[in-house]
C-alpha cells in the first residue's frame, strides 16, 4: 500500500491565482481530512469528509473548497489564494469506526506571493 | 468545540533523562487521545494513544496517562535518546462511535523537545 499520497509537494503561487491540492489513499479509509500547519498554531482542521458525497467544515474553511467524489480521493480546492493562505498542507485518512490511527500524508508545501 | 492546550511549547532535556509533556482538554465527552511525532521536515505519525475507559498506556520507552477528572493527559518518555528530538502534539477526539460530527480531531499547539547529548 502507498498509503496516503499528496501532489505536489511544493507550489507557489501568486495572489489571486486557484490550485488544487491532490490527496489519495488506498486503505479503503472512510475518513479524509485536510488540515494547515502554522509555526506555533499545531495542526488546524480546514475540511474533512466521512464518505463519497460527504463533506463538511473544519476549524478553519474560509477559502478552501473540498468535494469527495471516490473513497480514495480528496482533493483541496483554492479558488482565489491568498498570502494567508501560506502554510503547509497535510491530508489524512482512516476508518470512520475501530481503531482510529489516522494516517498523514506527506504534505504540501504552499507559497502565495 | 473542543480545545486542547499543550505545555511547554519547547523542552529541553539532558539524554537519559526523562521528558514530560501535558494537555489539556475542554470537552468532558472526548474519549480518544492520541499522541504524536513529527520530525523536520516529515509528517506526524501516531506514537501511542490512549481511550477514556484507561488510565496509563505504555510502550517501551513511552507511556501516556490520563486523568478524566482534571481533562489532562501526559505523555511521559523515559530514557531519553537522540532520535526523540522533534515535534510531538497531543490530541483529542470523540470519535470511538460512528456519529457523523464527532469524528474530528483536535490538536494542541506542539511541543518542540531537544535532546541535548
Known amino acids: 500500500n502507498a498509503g496516503v499520497t499528496q501532489t505536489p509537494k511544493f507550489q507557489v503561487l501568486k495572489t489571486g491565482q486557484s490550485m488544487t491540492l491532490q490527496c489519495a489513499q488506498d486503505m479503503n479509509h472512510e475518513y479524509m481530512s485536510w488540515y494547515r500547519q502554522d509555526p506555533g498554531m499545531g495542526l488546524r482542521l480546514i475540511h474533512y469528509s466521512v464518505g463519497a458525497g460527504i463533506t463538511d467544515q473544519g476549524e478553519v474553511p474560509n477559502g478552501y473548497n473540498v468535494s469527495r467524489s471516490t473513497t480514495e480521493d480528496f482533493p483541496l480546492r483554492l479558488l482565489s489564494a491568498a498570502p494567508s493562505q501560506t502554510s503547509v498542507y497535510f491530508c489524512a485518512s482512516r476508518r470512520r469506526t475501530g481503531k482510529e490511527t489516522q494516517y498523514f500524508g506527506p504534505g504540501t508545501r504552499l507559497l502565495v506571493l | 468545540g473542543e480545545n486542547v492546550e499543550q505545555h511547554p511549547s519547547t523542552l529541553s532535556v539532558q539524554e537519559g533523562d526523562s521528558a514530560v509533556i501535558k494537555c489539556t482538554y475542554s470537552?468532558?465527552?472526548?474519549?480518544?487521545f492520541p499522541w504524536y511525532k513529527q520530525e523536520l521536515g516529515k509528517r506526524p505519525q501516531l506514537i501511542i494513544d490512549i481511550r477514556s475507559n484507561v488510565g496509563e498506556k505504555k510502550d517501551q520507552r513511552i507511556a501516556v496517562t490520563l486523568n478524566k477528572t482534571a481533562k489532562h493527559f501526559s505523555l511521559h518518555i523515559t530514557e531519553t535518546q537522540p532520535e526523540d528530538s522533534a515535534v510531538y502534539f497531543c490530541?483529542?477526539?470523540?470519535?470511538?462511535?460512528?456519529?457523523?460530527?464527532?469524528?474530528?480531531?483536535?490538536f494542541g499547539t506542539g511541543t518542540r523537545l531537544t535532546i541535548i547529548p
Open positions: 490530541a483529542a477526539s470523540k470519535g470511538l462511535i460512528s456519529n457523523f460530527g464527532n469524528e474530528k480531531l483536535t
Open positions: 470537552d468532558s465527552a472526548s474519549n480518544y
